[in-house]
């Protein structure tokens, strides 16, 4: 499984950002459970948004009503819209995939690189 993330970078508060990630599984018939993590420096790795194969989404509280996790038809192509930015939310962004079940609490076996987010004051 391959993924990469991109569409970070430098916003000022209340801004939007849209990351995308795109996923290369080799096998479009067996969907995995795909993920956004963030991890600001100094802070442990946190969940943010998780999405199963069959599209019903989860999102940590800390982002719910800000952000949406949403995938493409065909599963290539992993988004995450955040909307109403804030310092807090400045970290780095990571995709992640899993196969079987998941939750916001489960361990990820795929990660991408990542790509940074920064929200100025």
């Known amino acids: 499984v391959r993924l990469m993330e991109s569409g970070g970078g430098t916003v000022q508060t209340g801004g939007s950002l849209k990351l995308s990630c795109e996923v290369d599984t080799g096998n479009p018939y067996n969907q995995p459970c795909m993920a956004w993590f963030r991890q600001a420096p100094g802070n442990e790795r946190e969940s943010v948004a998780l999405r199963w194969s069959g599209g019903r989404a989860f999102y940590a509280e800390s982002v719910k009503g800000r952000f949406t996790i949403s995938q493409d038809n065909a599963g290539n192509t992993l988004y995450l819209q955040m909307n109403d930015l804030t310092p807090e939310d400045t970290a780095k962004y990571y995709c992640?995939?899993?196969?079987?079940?998941?939750?916001?609490?489960?361990?990820?076996?795929?990660w991408g690189q990542g790509t940074q987010v920064t929200v100025s004051p």
């Open positions: 992640a995939a899993k196969f079987g079940a998941c939750t916001l609490q489960s361990d990820f076996e795929f």
